[in-house]
């Protein structure tokens, strides 16, 4: 069983993110702070609202984005395929673009955790996958 661990805990650390439009699209996307130790093509997991999602970040001159989460590795990696969770939960809030979010580490470079400022999440941890596994399963996907 995954351990659990809450976002007011020692284990997690909390960053302000803030929500901003994708290029010239009026969905909403998640920019992240300077100093989250992420790097651009990189597919975390992603927490929203307890169901925990894959996502892509990206980067642009402003740094590093998110501009989708999704429900399988593939379609984090597919342009436009899949239903965006991203979106939604941003629209099932009371959050606007260029308002900010709190966004939780809880792996560092594996798991991580969004949502609105005041309000407590407990995330199930779960081992990131060994490197060499993790190759042998990218390189299936591509297929």
Not at 5 to 23: C, F, I, K, N
Not at 42 to 52: A, K, P, Q, T
Not at 79 to 108: C, H, I
Request: with cysteine; proline share 4%; net charge negative.
């Amino acid at each position: 069983m995954p351990d659990r661990v809450a976002s007011d805990g020692e284990a997690v650390t909390t960053y302000r993110a803030r929500l901003a439009r994708s290029g010239g699209t009026r969905r909403p996307c998640l920019r992240l702070p300077d100093d989250v130790a992420i790097e651009g093509d990189d597919i975390v997991r992603l927490v929203l609202d307890g169901d925990e999602y894959h996502a892509r970040v990206e980067s642009d001159a402003e740094g590093y984005l998110i501009r989708g989460a999704y429900d399988n590795r593939r379609l984090a990696r597919a342009d436009g395929e899949g239903e965006n969770r991203l979106v939604e939960w941003v629209r099932g809030t009371d959050r606007e673009t260029g308002q900010s979010v709190d966004f939780d580490e809880v792996t560092p470079g594996y798991l991580y955790g969004v949502r609105v400022p005041g309000k407590r999440a407990v995330y199930s941890v779960t081992r990131q996958p060994d490197s060499s596994l993790s190759s042998i399963a990218e390189g299936l996907d591509e297929r």
